[in-house]
């Protein structure tokens, strides 16, 4: 008989386990029929998780809204059974009888005992793991095999691993309790400071029933890509055989170009003979193929096409006949990480690069960091997955990474992003604590790590590894490395993993940050870096992210209310909770010391209001503002081969689990947030940048956009442009630079022609800041200049086409003191297509609609910022008939545009 696997996806149901009146779990299964009226209910969906189930059946109140978090914590601490009955599916006419059986889980959240027809099969206690249960075939009845899960409480199970193996650090009081080390389940459900504390349960991943007699229980299909210049593609088949393996003879393998049926390559192999196992073999490179002028190469968003391809490989008997066939997509890229020492010194010193090199060009990494897209894994569906990935690189991003803290992600994520270009930094799963190392512990850990490289081994999007999320960080802050005994996690076992299991060979990093065998994770100079001297740490100035960078920054970010309605969301109605300085706010801002932090930072740059939707207004233009301001300083550190002073941005984070107030740069209905247009402008093929400086002689204590001594009156200010080419060939393009006085009709522009050199920044200008002449009446005496009110604009425009390239707009600081005039905004909409002039200079002009019926609207750009004379043009798809709203710095309210 043909390999048969059978999702076991129907008929579930659930139930509160009741140990006052049953002292078995078993007890509580009934014996014939789940009939109407009992204490069992049926799942709504399948896979399951039980916090999603009780909102479904309305036993517990939507834990999102209002303090409703606070009403459901007695469900973490609960018992709770599924439970479903199956057949075995039916033989084809004339096959042979069962000779094997396996039941695969594929996820089980967390802690869980398994019984098949009252016996028990399994217990687990590591989500991460897929569990692999051979059947005796023979136990198994035609008709009516129960399955029943028992999860107990991760939560409980959790303490009492820490009454036994002592309690720990692990990170802050809002990272969730200490005890959550020692138990491997998503640390996020914990609760950390941008999510909900909520101790999931259930079988959150497929469930199968495989049948068979033989069967290829491996598959992988190495994809490899020898070094450039040749840079030739070749495939390399590993298989495994399990069942009766003496009927298997030959291996065919065929490789199609994916969504096509034409064959590219195809061969019969004989299978070799070994000694051993009677229900186990491996063959090693079945084929060796050099497929030089038969494929085409993959490459990230930007740089080229997804090319992917199908490899099928069937297990044929003696007599040809098809035992079983298993396919795999492949895409054929090479990808090195390189730390090697650069040529000259930079701010920081002069130490190595870290930085990517696909297919062998290297590349700035520009990205965000992920966590889970939803409290209850299960409420994802495969349409939500591709929503958020899409909206990553329509941003112009080029890498996620999958932060320590969350899960590894399901197929689902990773062959999007192998269909998108997007380049994957896949984090183990620990973060923020001191894990233990016992050996129970660590046999665990290895296990999940075999099925996780296993897994995801195959994916060209996959380009990194990484140890865990800022472990080391944690222990050379609270006392030194010996602190850390999960380092034999790290720094062998994980290594060890990847290296036997990836060929060619995924590359390894022990943790992030990590700087080298010196474990120091913050020196600029090596290694990559979290930047959280801004916001938090420090708490510095956000314009000094241009002196607080390093070779990779992995992780960095500002927080900002997410979009009104989504606020709106979780008050549900509460008018009397709609401020700042709320409760309601408070609950749903998990931020360590938030209100101070924004105060300083906001204080610093905005005037204070209270009026709360121009308080979210401003929270949004200071994350949008900071965080490309980020983006574009470090972007232009990438100044050519050998000087790749920093190779990487990425943002925390792109997305929430819940509607809250956090880093995000879109919130958790997938509403960006103004910040996510600005670092799409920042990371597009080629941008413009603007650096505005006091005189040296003039420095003080303030930072480095603010004006001195407050007087706004006589400034020496110098400006800086330059331009960023991700493209691999130089553009000749026209510079224009225009200045506006936004107290005057004063206005300057000047031109000139640049070529930006391929894949690194361009230096353009350095020159005074052009300024009106100050009045005579104002005390400072004639021919003196000041540049406090003037906005300074570049354009990069092509210079056959006319076309505008790249933009962007620097206004003075503090915007606290900036009185914006009345731009004179002119719109023009026609259809989907908006187009907007100015007649000053306007601030971050957002557009917005009611997006509640037939979904969101996608706009190709918003944000703006716009000076006269530059007519900006928005597309604005699926926004049909609906309302168009706008606001910018320095209005009062949104506004309807006519």
């Known amino acids: 008989m043909a390999s048969r696997t059978v999702s076991l996806d129907r008929c579930w149901y659930w139930k509160e386990r009741d140990a006052n009146l049953y002292a078995s779990a078993l007890d509580e299964v009934p014996r014939d029929a789940l009939q109407p009226g009992s204490r069992w209910t049926a799942a709504q969906s399948f896979p399951s998780e039980i916090h999603a189930e009780l909102v479904k059946a ?41 000779s094997y059986a396996e039941l695969q889980f594929e996820g089980l959240d967390t802690v869980c005992d398994v019984f098949l027809n009252g016996d028990l099969l399994l217990s687990t206690d590591n989500m991460f793991r897929i569990y692999t249960v051979p059947l005796d075939a023979s136990s198994l009845h035609a008709d009516g095999n129960s399955l029943l899960l028992r999860f107990k409480s991760a939560r409980l199970v959790a303490k009492e691993l820490e009454a036994k193996y002592g309690r720990v650090r692990a990170g802050s009081t809002n990272l969730g309790d200490p005890s959550r080390v020692y138990v491997r389940k998503a640390q996020y459900g914990w609760r950390w400071d941008w999510g909900p504390e909520l101790m999931t349960c259930g079988p959150y991943r497929p469930i199968n029933l495989v049948v068979y007699t033989t069967r290829i229980s491996t598959l992988y299909s190495r994809a490899a890509v020898s070094a450039a210049p040749s840079l030739a593609p070749s495939l390399a088949v590993d298989v495994e055989i399990s069942g009766r393996v003496a009927d298997a003879q030959n291996v065919r393998v065929v490789l199609m170009k994916e969504g096509s049926n034409v064959v590219l390559k195809q061969e019969v192999v004989p299978i070799p003979q070994s000694e051993g196992s009677s229900t186990l073999r491996k063959a090693d490179d079945v084929i060796a193929w050099n497929l030089q002028d038969v494929v085409d190469l993959w490459w990230p968003v930007g740089y080229g096409a997804q090319h992917l391809y199908t490899v099928e490989v069937t297990l044929l008997a003696k007599d040809s006949a098809v035992l079983d066939v298993v396919t795999t997509r492949v895409g054929f890229r090479r990808v090195e990480s390189i730390q090697e020492p650069l040529k000259e010194p930079d701010q920081y010193g002069k130490g190595t690069t870290f930085l990517f090199e696909v297919n062998g060009v290297r590349m700035f990494m520009g990205g965000s960091n992920w966590i889970p897209a939803h409290s209850f894994l299960t409420e994802l569906t495969p349409e939500r997955y591709r929503a958020w990935l899409a909206l990553l690189k329509d941003g112009n991003q080029n890498m996620v990474r999958l932060w320590g803290g969350g899960v590894y992600e399901p197929d689902v994520f990773y062959d999007t992003c192998d269909e998108l270009g997007i380049l994957v930094w896949q984090d183990f799963q620990f973060a923020c604590g001191v894990y233990p190392a016992h050996d129970e512990f660590v046999e665990s850990v290895r296990r999940e790590a075999e099925d996780n490289v296993k897994r995801l081994r195959q994916h060209p999007s996959l380009v990194l590894l990484c140890g865990n999320n800022e472990d080391y960080q944690q222990v050379l802050q609270w006392g030194g490395i010996s602190e850390l005994p999960a380092r034999r996690i790290y720094e062998q076992v994980l290594p060890e993993v990847v290296e036997r299991l990836t060929s060619p060979p995924i590359p390894y990093h022990r943790g992030s940050p990590y700087g080298g065998e010196g474990w120091d994770t913050t020196d600029p100079t090596i290694g990559d870096v979290h930047q959280w001297d801004i916001w938090a740490g420090k708490e510095r100035p956000w314009q000094e992210y241009g ?34 300085q709320s409760k309601l706010m408070a609950q749903h801002n998990r931020a360590g010391n938030h209100e101070r932090r924004f105060a300083i930072l906001m204080n610093e740059n905005f005037r204070v209001t209270s009026d709360f939707e121009t308080h979210v207004y401003n929270t949004q233009l200071m994350q949008s503002e900071a965080v490309s301001f980020a983006y574009r300083i470090w972007r232009r550190a990438w100044k050519g081969k050998g000087k790749e002073y920093t190779a990487g941005a990425l943002v925390w984070q792109l997305n929430d689990c819940w509607p809250v107030t956090s880093w995000a740069i879109a919130d958790f209905f997938l509403r960006a947030k103004p910040v996510y247009y600005t670092i799409k402008r920042e990371l597009a093929p080629l941008s413009v940048g603007i650096l505005r400086s006091v005189h040296k002689n003039r420095e003080n204590d303030r930072p480095k956009q603010f004006y001195e001594f407050g007087a706004f009156r006589s400034v020496e200010a110098t400006i800086e442009v330059w331009a960023c080419n991700s493209t691999l060939q130089p553009r000749q393009v026209k510079l224009v630079l225009q200045c506006v006085d936004l107290n005057s009709a004063w206005s300057h522009q000047q031109e000139s022609v640049a070529i930006l050199h391929p894949n690194q920044s361009t230096e353009l200008l350095h020159i005074p800041c052009p300024c009106p002449p100050s009045a005579t009446s104002s005390g400072l005496g004639p021919g003196l200049t000041t540049s406090h009110s003037v906005v300074v604009a570049a354009r990069l425009v092509d210079v056959q086409t006319g076309g505008i390239l790249a933009r962007h707009a620097d206004w003075p600081q503090p915007f606290k003191y900036i009185d914006p005039p009345d731009p004179g905004l002119q719109f023009n909409r026609t259809g989907e297509r908006i187009s907007v002039r100015a007649d000053k200079p ?14 969101l609207v996608q ?24 309302v168009l709203w706008y606001k910018y710095f320095g209005s009062m309210s949104e506004r309807v545009v006519a």
Do not use: M
């Not at 920054?553 to 709609?578: C, H, K, M, Q």
């Not at 957002?846 to 037939?854: F, I």
């Open 547 to 580: 002196e607080r960078g390093g070779r990779f920054v992995s992780e960095f970010g500002i927080p900002s209310f997410p979009e009104i309605r989504t606020v709106d969301y979780w008050l549900a109605g509460n008018t009397e909770e709609r401020h700042a």
């Open 58 to 98: 309305g036993r517990i109140p939507d834990p999102f809204i209002g303090f409703n978090e606070h009403e459901v914590q007695w469900v973490g601490e609960r018992e709770w059974l599924y439970y479903c009955s199956f057949s075995l599916p039916q033989q084809p006419q004339g096959a042979i009888g069962v």
């Open 859 to 882: 706009w190709s750009d918003n944000a703006l910022d716009l000076v006269p004379g530059d007519e900006q043009v928005v597309l604005a798809r699926g926004i049909g008939n609906g």
């Open 842 to 855: 306007v601030k971050a002009l957002v557009l917005s609609t009611d997006d509640e019926v037939g979904g």
